[in-house]
């Protein structure tokens, strides 16, 4: 495997949309699209895929996962709940989506609460999460290539066998995530029936 901080440097982990990034004023669709661009770029798979477009905009718009937007302008609340739903949709459906974050449309459109410092608190577990996944990176590699050493495996295979060890590793601890993301949406979802 790769050197550990390289192999980091390539997953761009640590790119988020901070409050910062998000100027005090309005912005049109387009400056939308090309803030986010330019902040995710580089987590891209490929140049084909889009971080963000005007269709998916209008289609969250459409499902409801952002309060309504006026004389087609995004507002700072918006943007953060664009950099939200950006994140969600990789572990969530957009109907999960759409109900983990229908409590804080309602909250951002009453104005009952501070959603900035919400986001500040989102963006400190973000920053702890980060933390955490290098030091647990380091030990699913490890732990990958301590279980190898028990298989008799030639030299030349080892390294596409520890891969595709850490790979499936990974691709289960990440499905145990997005089950537990899940449980908590259905939680929300019971209690919008009651």
């Known amino acids: 495997m790769e050197k550990l901080n390289e192999f980091l440097e390539i997953l761009n ?3 988020e949309i901070s409050l910062d990034d998000i100027p005090d004023l309005d912005l049109y669709m387009d400056q939308v699209i090309q803030l986010f661009e330019k902040k995710f770029n580089n987590a891209k798979r490929n140049d084909d895929e889009k971080v963000l477009t005007k269709t998916m905009i209008n289609n969250y718009a459409k499902a409801n996962l952002l309060f309504p937007i006026k004389n087609k302008k995004y507002t700072k609340e918006h943007l953060i709940l664009l ?3 950006y994140q969600l949709k990789g572990s969530l459906s957009i109907n999960d989506i759409k109900f983990t974050l229908q409590g804080l449309n309602k909250r951002i459109t009453a104005e009952d609460f501070d959603f900035y410092s919400f986001y500040s608190a989102y963006e400190k577990l973000v920053f702890r999460n980060v933390e955490n996944f290098k030091t647990d990176i ?5 732990a990958a290539n301590n279980e190898l ?3 008799e495996v030639n030299k030349q295979d080892r390294n596409d066998l520890e891969r595709v060890l850490l790979i499936s590793s990974l691709a289960s601890l990440s499905n145990l995530y997005k089950r537990a993301a ?3 949406v259905d939680k929300i979802i019971e209690q919008e029936k009651e």
Not at 138 to 142: C, F, K
Request: aromatic share 0%; no cysteine.
């Open 13 to 15: 982990i640590e790119k």
């Open 83 to 85: 950099s939200l739903i």
């Open 138 to 142: 380091e030990e699913h590699i490890l």
């Open 149 to 151: 050493t028990k298989i």
């Open 182 to 184: 899940e449980k908590l």
